[in-house]
C-alpha cells in the first residue's frame, strides 16, 4: 500500500473520530451543567444584609437622572425580602431611595443608608443634606450612614475631602447612628488617615475582582485573611465587610469562574464563615442588574441572589443545577441533525449511508454548539440591536457549517466534491482575529463566543485534514500567523489558569493551521515546478 494511500486513510479515520468527538463533546457539555452538583448548606436562609437596588427591569438604569423609584414599588420589594434579609443597604438618596428607611420600618428591618458622592460638589451637597434629613426622621432603622462608595476607586474625590463630607454627616445626625464609607479593602490601606474620620470601616472583599482574582474554591479563606489583615491595620476600629459575593454568568477571571454553582458555593461557605465568627457584613445584592452590563460586561448584571423577576436564583441547603434546563442543548443537537439530514439530501452526490452519519454527527455537534451561544447571548444580549448582530452572526455561521458538512459528507463517501467558496474562510479569520486583539488589549468585560467560532474552525479545520490543497492567499497566510500568537497572549494574560482563553486558542489554531500547513506545501512545489519547468 502506497505512502498516498496511507495518509488517505489516516486522514479519513482522523476526521471521523473528530466528528464523533464534537457530536459527544456538544451532549456531554450540556449533561455536566445539568447535573446536581453537591455543596455545603448554608447554616440558615437568612441573611444578615443585603445591598438594595431596584434597577431591575428593561431600560432602567441610575444613570438615568429623571428614574424615580415609587414608594408602593420598594414597599413591594421590601415586603417580600424582610422574609430573607434583616438589613438593606442603600447607595444613594436620589431616584426615590430617600424613602427606604420609613418603609423598612414597617417590616422590622434596619438600614445601611448610602449618600453618593461623586465629582459634581452640587450633586454631593444636596445628596448630603438630603440624607441628614432623612437620617434625623428615622434614626432608629438606620444601622449605620454610608458616606460615599467607591469614590477613592473610581478617582472621583480626594481622601481629604471625602473626611470632610464624612465629620459634616457625623456633626449633623444624632450620634446614636454611626457614619462610615466604603471602598474596597485596598484604598483603606492606601489611605489610611480616612479612618479617624469615620466610626467604623466598611470594606469591600469580592475574591472575583481582585487584581489576582481568587478561585471560589480558596474564596472564603482569602476573605478571612483579608479581614484578619484589616483588624490588624486599624486596631480599635471596627470593621465591616460592605460588599461580597460572587457572579453568576460571565467571563472567567483566572480561575474564578462566574457561574450559579460558584455563586451559591460562595455564598453558602461566606454565611457559615460569617456566622461562625460573628461579623458584620452585607452582601452583594439582591436582584441582578441588567444595566451593569454596559459598565462591567456580562459579568455585572448576575451578582443577585434574585434574578430580575425577583425568584431566588437557588436554595441554600441541597446541590445546585447550573442548567436545569439542560435538556435543551441535546433538543437543539436533534433540530441541528435533522436540519443537516434535509439539507444535505438536496443534490447529493453519494448513495452509501457514510454520508448521513456524517451529516448527523456534524448536525448534532453545531446544535449544542448554537445552543451554547443562544445560551450565553441570553445573559449577554442588551438589547435588539445586539439580538439582531448575534444572530446574523449565528445564521452565518450555521451557513457555513451546513455547507462544509455537505462538503465533507461528499469526500467521506466517496461523491463528488465542490468545496465551499474561500472568501468565506477569509471573512471568518478576519472576525476571529479581531475578537483576539480585542480580547487582549480591551478584554477584560468581553466574553468569548465559543460556541460560535466552534462551527467554523472545526469545520475547516476538517477541510484541510481531508486534502483541501488550494493555496493559501496572502490575507490569509497573515492572519494565520497573526491569530494564534494573540489568543496565545491571551492564554499569558491569564497566567494559564483561564480554560476558556485555552478553548479560544484551540479553536484559533484549527482555523490557522490548515492555512500554515497549505502554505509550507506550496513552497515546497516551487522548486520541483522551477526544475521541471
Same mark, same amino acid.
Given at each position: 500500500?502506497?505512502?498516498?494511500?496511507?495518509?488517505?486513510?489516516?486522514?479519513?479515520?482522523?476526521? +471521523?473520530?473528530?466528528?464523533?468527538?464534537?457530536?459527544?463533546?456538544?451532549?456531554?457539555?450540556?449533561?455536566?451543567?445539568?447535573?446536581?452538583?453537591?455543596?455545603?448548606?448554608?447554616?440558615?436562609?437568612?441573611?444578615?444584609?443585603?445591598?438594595?437596588?431596584?434597577?431591575?427591569?428593561?431600560?432602567?438604569?441610575?444613570?438615568?437622572?429623571?428614574?424615580?423609584?415609587?414608594?408602593?414599588?420598594?414597599?413591594?420589594?421590601? /415586603?417580600?425580602?424582610?422574609?430573607?434579609?434583616?438589613?438593606?443597604?442603600?447607595?444613594?438618596?436620589?431616584?426615590?431611595?430617600?424613602?427606604?428607611?420609613?418603609?423598612?420600618?414597617?417590616?422590622?428591618?434596619?438600614?445601611?443608608?448610602?449618600?453618593?458622592?461623586?465629582? @459634581?460638589?452640587?450633586?454631593?451637597?444636596?445628596?448630603?443634606?438630603?440624607?441628614? #434629613?432623612?437620617? !434625623?426622621?428615622?434614626?432608629?432603622?438606620?444601622?449605620?450612614?454610608?458616606?460615599?462608595?467607591?469614590?477613592?476607586?473610581?478617582?472621583?474625590?480626594?481622601?481629604? &475631602?471625602?473626611?470632610?463630607?464624612? /465629620?459634616?454627616?457625623?456633626?449633623?445626625?444624632?450620634?446614636?447612628?454611626?457614619?462610615?464609607?466604603?471602598?474596597?479593602?485596598?484604598?483603606?490601606?492606601?489611605?489610611?488617615?480616612?479612618?479617624? $474620620?469615620?466610626?467604623?470601616?466598611?470594606?469591600?472583599?469580592?475574591?472575583?475582582?481582585?487584581?489576582?482574582?481568587?478561585?471560589?474554591?480558596?474564596?472564603?479563606?482569602?476573605?478571612?485573611?483579608?479581614?484578619?489583615?484589616?483588624?490588624? &491595620?486599624?486596631?480599635? !476600629?471596627?470593621?465591616?465587610? *460592605?460588599?461580597?459575593?460572587?457572579?453568576?454568568?460571565?467571563?472567567?477571571?483566572?480561575?474564578?469562574?462566574?457561574?450559579?454553582?460558584?455563586?451559591?458555593?460562595?455564598?453558602?461557605?461566606?454565611?457559615?464563615?460569617?456566622?461562625?465568627? /460573628?461579623?458584620?457584613?452585607?452582601?452583594?445584592?439582591?436582584?441582578?442588574?441588567?444595566?451593569?452590563?454596559?459598565?462591567?460586561?456580562?459579568?455585572?448584571?448576575?451578582?443577585?441572589?434574585? @434574578?430580575?423577576?425577583?425568584?431566588?436564583?437557588?436554595?441554600?441547603?441541597?446541590?445546585?443545577?447550573?442548567?436545569?434546563?439542560?435538556?435543551?442543548?441535546?433538543?437543539?443537537?436533534?433540530?441541528?441533525?435533522?436540519?443537516?439530514?434535509?439539507?444535505?439530501?438536496?443534490?447529493?452526490?453519494?448513495?452509501?449511508?457514510? *454520508?448521513?452519519?456524517?451529516?448527523?454527527?456534524?448536525?448534532? #455537534?453545531?446544535?449544542?454548539?448554537?445552543?451554547?451561544?443562544?445560551?450565553?447571548?441570553?445573559?449577554?444580549?442588551?438589547?435588539?440591536?445586539?439580538?439582531?448582530?448575534?444572530?446574523?452572526?449565528?445564521?452565518?455561521?450555521?451557513?457555513?457549517?451546513?455547507? %462544509?458538512?455537505?462538503?465533507?459528507? $461528499?469526500?467521506?463517501?466517496?461523491?463528488?466534491?465542490?468545496?465551499?467558496?474561500?472568501? +468565506?474562510?477569509?471573512?471568518?479569520?478576519?472576525?476571529?482575529?479581531?475578537?483576539?486583539?480585542?480580547?487582549?488589549?480591551?478584554?477584560?468585560?468581553?466574553?468569548?463566543?465559543?460556541?460560535?467560532?466552534? %462551527?467554523?474552525?472545526?469545520?475547516?479545520?476538517? %477541510?484541510?485534514?481531508?486534502?483541501?490543497?488550494?493555496? &493559501?492567499?496572502?490575507?490569509?497566510?497573515?492572519?494565520?500567523?497573526?491569530?494564534?500568537?494573540?489568543?496565545?497572549?491571551?492564554?499569558?494574560?491569564?497566567?494559564?489558569?483561564?480554560?476558556?482563553?485555552?478553548?479560544?486558542?484551540?479553536?484559533?489554531?484549527?482555523?490557522?493551521?490548515?492555512?500554515?500547513?497549505? +502554505?509550507?506545501?506550496?513552497?515546497?512545489?516551487?522548486?520541483?515546478?522551477?526544475?521541471?519547468?
Amino acid at each position: 500500500m502506497s505512502a498516498l494511500l496511507l495518509a488517505s486513510l489516516r486522514s479519513r479515520w482522523m476526521a +471521523w473520530c473528530a466528528l464523533l468527538l464534537a457530536a459527544v463533546a456538544g451532549a456531554a457539555w450540556w449533561w455536566w451543567i445539568g447535573r446536581p452538583v453537591p455543596l455545603p448548606d448554608a447554616p440558615s436562609a437568612r441573611i444578615a444584609c443585603v445591598s438594595y437596588a431596584p434597577f431591575r427591569q428593561p431600560g432602567e438604569t441610575p444613570y438615568d437622572l429623571d428614574a424615580v423609584v415609587t414608594p408602593e414599588r420598594i414597599d413591594a420589594d421590601l /415586603r417580600v425580602l424582610s422574609q430573607r434579609f434583616d438589613c438593606v443597604r442603600t447607595y444613594s438618596q436620589a431616584h426615590g431611595l430617600d424613602a427606604v428607611p420609613a418603609i423598612a420600618a414597617r417590616y422590622g428591618m434596619k438600614v445601611l443608608m448610602g449618600i453618593w458622592i461623586g465629582r @459634581d460638589p452640587r450633586d454631593n451637597a444636596h445628596e448630603v443634606a438630603q440624607a441628614i #434629613a432623612t437620617a !434625623k426622621a428615622n434614626p432608629g432603622v438606620l444601622r449605620g450612614v454610608i458616606v460615599g462608595n467607591e469614590v477613592l476607586l473610581r478617582g472621583e474625590q480626594s481622601p481629604d &475631602a471625602l473626611a470632610a463630607y464624612a /465629620r459634616q454627616v457625623r456633626a449633623a445626625i444624632p450620634r446614636t447612628v454611626p457614619v462610615t464609607y466604603a471602598d474596597v479593602w485596598e484604598f483603606w490601606l492606601r489611605y489610611p488617615q480616612l479612618a479617624q $474620620a469615620v466610626d467604623y470601616l466598611t470594606i469591600h472583599i469580592l475574591p472575583y475582582w481582585e487584581d489576582q482574582p481568587v478561585p471560589p474554591e480558596r474564596a472564603v479563606r482569602h476573605v478571612a485573611e483579608v479581614y484578619a489583615r484589616m483588624q490588624q &491595620a486599624f486596631p480599635g !476600629k471596627a470593621v465591616m465587610i *460592605g460588599e461580597t459575593g460572587w457572579p453568576s454568568a460571565g467571563r472567567p477571571r483566572r480561575a474564578a469562574r462566574a457561574s450559579l454553582v460558584n455563586e451559591a458555593r460562595y455564598l453558602r461557605e461566606f454565611l457559615d464563615y460569617a456566622n461562625r465568627v /460573628r461579623m458584620p457584613y452585607n452582601v452583594i445584592e439582591t436582584f441582578d442588574q441588567p444595566w451593569k452590563r454596559a459598565q462591567e460586561g456580562t459579568v455585572g448584571g448576575y451578582w443577585g441572589i434574585f @434574578d430580575v423577576y425577583a425568584r431566588p436564583k437557588f436554595a441554600m441547603q441541597g446541590p445546585v443545577v447550573e442548567e436545569p434546563r439542560w435538556w435543551i442543548g441535546w433538543l437543539a443537537g436533534a433540530a441541528g441533525m435533522l436540519l443537516f439530514l434535509g439539507v444535505g439530501a438536496w443534490h447529493r452526490s453519494w448513495r452509501s449511508g457514510a *454520508g448521513e452519519a456524517v451529516l448527523a454527527l456534524a448536525g448534532f #455537534a453545531s446544535g449544542t454548539a448554537l445552543a451554547w451561544q443562544g445560551r450565553q447571548m441570553a445573559y449577554a444580549c442588551r438589547d435588539a440591536l445586539e439580538w439582531t448582530i448575534s444572530g446574523a452572526a449565528c445564521l452565518a455561521a450555521l451557513a457555513t457549517a451546513l455547507w %462544509l458538512a455537505r462538503w465533507l459528507a $461528499a469526500r467521506l463517501a466517496g461523491g463528488a466534491v465542490v468545496a465551499p467558496p474561500r472568501r +468565506w474562510r477569509l471573512g471568518w479569520m478576519f472576525l476571529l482575529a479581531l475578537l483576539d486583539l480585542l480580547m487582549v488589549f480591551d478584554g477584560r468585560y468581553r466574553d468569548f463566543p465559543l460556541g460560535l467560532f466552534a %462551527l467554523p474552525c472545526v469545520g475547516y479545520a476538517l %477541510l484541510g485534514l481531508l486534502g483541501d490543497d488550494a493555496p &493559501a492567499e496572502l490575507e490569509e497566510r497573515f492572519l494565520a500567523c497573526a491569530m494564534p500568537l494573540l489568543a496565545a497572549a491571551g492564554v499569558a494574560q491569564e497566567l494559564g489558569l483561564n480554560v476558556v482563553t485555552w478553548l479560544w486558542l484551540g479553536l484559533n489554531l484549527l482555523l490557522a493551521v490548515p492555512v500554515l500547513a497549505a +502554505w509550507r506545501r506550496a513552497a515546497r512545489l516551487l522548486p520541483q515546478q522551477a526544475e521541471a519547468a
